[in-house]
């Protein structure tokens, strides 16, 4: 079981991540609704940022031959494509962001901001992925 003081490092770590969210309107149910009509390019901006910094840090990753803290050589393996599991899966994905205006990530950023109606939402995400759970090992996988 981990520690108190590590469980303490996540709690500042996504509390400061749930900030920027935040500040940065990441989590506005407005940024995204603009994002969902093509009136801003605010949204876009930021996931095309966290696009390039993710693959830029996976190949500087590959290059250097970085290890984790275990001593175990990081490689990204890359994931196959599952037309149908992989067109399922964003739709519904795409569906609850739309109805929600926010994806799994700040749902957590916007009930500790105070938006107690995303406790129904993080009920239905986290019930979603239990009932994936449950039916995963009857997929096409």
């Known amino acids: 079981m981990k520690s108190i003081r590590e469980l303490l490092k996540y709690f500042v770590i996504g509390t400061a991540f749930g900030l920027v ?7 506005s149910w407005f940024r995204i609704q603009e994002m969902f009509h093509f009136q801003s390019f605010h949204m ?3 996931i095309g940022s966290a696009i ?12 250097i031959h970085a290890k984790a803290l275990t001593g175990e050589v990081i490689d990204p393996k890359p994931k196959e494509f599952q037309k149908i599991g992989n067109l399922a899966g964003g739709f519904v994905f795409g569906l609850g962001w739309a109805l929600t205006g926010a994806c799994p990530g700040p749902m957590y950023a ?7 109606p995303m406790a129904l939402a993080l009920a239905g995400a986290l019930a979603g992925a239990w009932v994936y759970a449950v039916v995963r090992p009857k997929l096409p996988h």
């Open 44 to 46: 876009f901006g930021i």
């Open 52 to 63: 390039a910094v993710g693959a830029a840090s996976v190949l500087l990753l590959k290059k």
């Open 110 to 116: 916007l009930l500790g901001a105070g938006y107690h």
């Open 21 to 27: 969210l935040i500040k940065a309107e990441v989590a």
